[in-house]
Structures are given as structure tokens and as C-alpha cells.
């Protein structure tokens, strides 16, 4: 997929200095990741994403001509609390493209993005999409806020829409100097979504000078046809090193697992890294949460046989049924020695078979063998010549 788009694969270090990991989320990193000191007492830490890495070579690299994408796939380290598609230690993928300023490298991300969901059959995924320049320009002209630190904790704010109420995060950000009305009014604006087109008339009427790009990220978009695209303004991305359009992929189905992936534009990393030429923009997914979803969405039409025998003579002849199910490509398992034909069939109604097949001494002397459907709870003799058509009847 990422060739298909002209992306060039690496893996950045899975190890870097504390420093360079700073880089992108503060000291206050320190916290979420591993991290320690080696035999040369530097401060390392294990890698908590795939960009720090990537930006990091690509900034020292001044001779590579732009735009620069590239594109990387591995495990990842943060230190949090084991839970439901949150882990310590997972995959990830990335895309970034280094060098090109214009919204066209954005829609190339999404567009990378939404066909890769595509592919895997979650063509149902929404594309949420917010820009974090219109949503700084509201706070600074409408709320009157002049103040980064405050600003910044407004944006935060709407990051945790979707987590809290409005009661909680009023509550929560009056203690952090944010007047309730004021947070009502940003929570309120932060409540605009809907399809582009209503979202950017929407947005018309607050005579903002921030929408350009979300109009041509609108148009590209069309052009390119990527559906299920919904803009929101909560959509802001809590790490703020984020600098203009953003964008998260979610499974209406599947809530609970959060964002399927993420991403936007950061110029401002590369800046940091010695390079304020080198605008940047990408997108990264986890792999576990994709499998998750997966799980839900696709039909379980694989076809799975348990294969079980009525007496111990009879394991070589169930053998080499298993064998012939496994050389024409169908899951199987066979029975073990030394248990009977009904806890044999136990551990087949598992749930991780679709069929069973009998192995009996009566059926082999006739040709047949026993076939149970373990869904239906039904079973037939068949010919032992034609188990695999009649497992996949044509």
C-alpha cells in the first residue's frame, strides 16, 4: 500500500536519548514512556512513536530532495496502564511526507489513510477532521485569550469532548483559570460538525480568516473520492505540537476502541530538530486497534474442522484426513490420543471450529465419513472423497 503512493519504507531506532524524545511532547513525556540510563550513564528511552525517529533522520539528511515520503511499520513502548486496546507494548504504522507546505500533502495522508482502510473492508470508517488554526484564531478573536499557557489548555479542553461531559471538563478547567462561560462558548463551538460543506457555511458566519485550507482540503478531498469525511472542531489532537489540519479515523461500530488512527500537520518538529524549511505532515495507526475492529466487522466465513476419531486404531486414518484438509489450505485440528470420542467433540464445540468430522470404524468400511456442522448442530454422512465439496459447496 504505502509503494502504491510512493512512499519509501525505514524503521527509525527503536532506542534514542531522552533529549530527542522530548522533542516532540515535552519533559512531560518522561512520564509516559521508558526510559533509563545505559552503561555510559546517558538518558535513553525506548521509542514511543515512529515520528520522532523519522523526523529526526529526515532533518539531518539535507541533501534528500522534497517532498520526502516515507513510510514505517513497528513496535512501539509507552508506559501506561494495560487495558482494553490500550497496551505497553504494540504496533504501529507511518506515513509522513517531509518538504511540501501545501494542503495537497495533507489530502495525500488522508487519502493514504481512508484507501487503507478500504482495503482491509473498514470502508465504513469516519475521517473526522478538524484544523487547529481555525480553532486557535475562535479563541483568540472571540474569547479575547492572549495567553499561550491558556490557549493551549483551552485546546486540551476540546480534546476530551468525546471522553467528558460538559459539566466535568467546565468543572475541571475553572480550577485551571478558564472562566465556565468562557468554556461554554469554546464547547459550543466545538460542537460544529457535519459534512464539509455545512461545517465550512457554518463557519462562514464567524468571519474567520483561518478556512482556506479547510476549503481546499474540501475540494482535494472531492476530487480525490474520499467519502465518510465529517469536520469537526473538537477535532484539535491533544499533543501540541500540531500546527493545522488534523484528523482522526473511527469505527462507529466499535467506540470503545477510540481512534483507529491519527494525525495532521507539524511543521513545527522539524523546526526543532534544526529544520524550520521543512514543513511535515503524517498519520499513524495502531495495529491491534485495527485488528479489533476487524474482528467485529468481517464475517467469520473461514472454514475450521475438528477431526475426531471413535477408537485409538483410527488416529491414523483421522491423520490423514486432517492431512488432506491442511494440504488443501482449511484450518484443522486433530483429535488427541487417549480421549474419547465425546471429549473429543467438547473441545471441537469450543467455538474455534465450524465443522467437525468423524472418523468411524462403520464409515470407513462404507467410504463415508461423519460431517458435523457445528453452527447448525446438524450432521450427514458424506463421501470421504468429496469432504473438502462438500465444505465448500460451489
Known amino acids: 500500500m504505502a509503494r502504491a503512493y510512493n512512499f519509501r519504507t525505514m524503521e527509525p531506532a527503536p532506542l534514542e536519548t531522552l533529549s530527542i524524545l522530548r522533542a516532540k511532547s515535552g519533559s512531560q513525556v518522561d512520564e509516559q514512556i521508558y526510559h533509563f540510563k545505559d552503561k555510559a550513564e546517558r538518558d535513553i528511552g525506548l521509542r514511543f512513536d515512529l515520528t520522532v525517529g523519522m523526523t529526526r533522520y529526515v532533518a539531518g539528511k539535507k541533501g534528500l530532495k522534497p517532498p520526502i515520503k516515507l513510510a514505517s511499520y513497528g513496535g512501539v513502548w509507552r508506559y501506561d496502564e494495560p487495558q482494553h486496546a490500550r497496551y505497553r507494548w504494540f504496533y504501529q504504522w507511518d506515513v509522513e511526507i517531509f518538504g511540501d507546505p501545501t494542503i495537497d500533502a495533507d489530502a495525500e495522508v488522508i487519502d493514504f489513510t481512508y484507501n487503507l482502510f478500504k482495503k482491509l473492508g473498514l470502508a465504513k470508517v469516519t475521517v473526522k477532521v478538524g484544523d487547529r488554526r481555525v480553532v486557535e484564531e475562535y479563541i483568540r478573536r472571540k474569547l479575547n485569550v492572549s495567553s499561550e499557557e491558556k490557549l493551549l489548555e483551552m485546546m486540551r479542553a476540546l480534546d476530551k469532548v468525546s471522553k467528558k461531559t460538559d459539566d466535568e ?3 475541571e478547567y475553572e480550577d485551571k483559570g478558564v472562566p465556565g462561560a468562557e468554556m461554554e462558548q469554546l464547547l459550543s463551538f466545538g460542537r460544529i460538525k457535519g459534512t464539509p460543506d455545512s461545517v465550512l457555511g457554518r463557519l462562514s458566519e464567524e468571519h474567520l480568516d483561518t ?3 479547510l476549503t481546499e482540503l474540501r475540494d482535494s478531498l472531492k476530487v480525490r473520492g474520499i467519502e465518510n469525511v465529517e469536520y469537526n472542531l473538537s477535532i484539535v489532537r491533544g499533543i501540541d505540537y500540531y500546527t493545522g489540519v488534523v484528523f482522526e479515523v473511527v469505527d462507529g461500530e466499535r467506540p470503545d476502541l477510540g481512534s483507529l488512527c491519527g494525525g495532521g500537520r507539524y511543521d513545527v518538529l522539524p523546526n526543532i530538530f534544526g529544520r524550520p524549511d521543512l514543513a511535515a505532515t503524517g498519520a499513524a ?32 486414518e483421522a491423520l490423514k484426513v486432517s492431512a488432506s484438509l491442511r494440504d488443501a489450505g482449511v484450518r484443522s485440528e486433530l483429535g488427541t490420543r487417549g480421549k474419547g470420542l465425546s471429549k473429543q467433540l467438547e473441545e471441537a464445540g469450543s467455538g474455534r471450529f465450524t465443522h467437525a468430522v468423524i472418523v468411524g470404524k462403520r464409515e470407513l468400511e ?21 469432504l473438502l465439496s462438500e465444505l465448500r459447496p460451489s
Open 285 to 316: 495507526g495502531g495495529v491491534e486497534r485495527i485488528a479489533l475492529s476487524l474482528e467485529q466487522s468481517a464475517p467469520t466465513t473461514e472454514t475450521s474442522v475438528f477431526v475426531a476419531f471413535t477408537e485409538p486404531s483410527l488416529m491414523v
Open 169 to 171: 471538563l467546565i468543572a
Open 211 to 213: 478556512l482556506a485550507g
Open 366 to 386: 462404507s467410504g463415508t465419513l461423519t460431517l458435523r456442522d457445528l453452527k447448525e448442530r446438524k450432521e450427514r454422512k458424506v463421501p470421504a472423497a468429496a
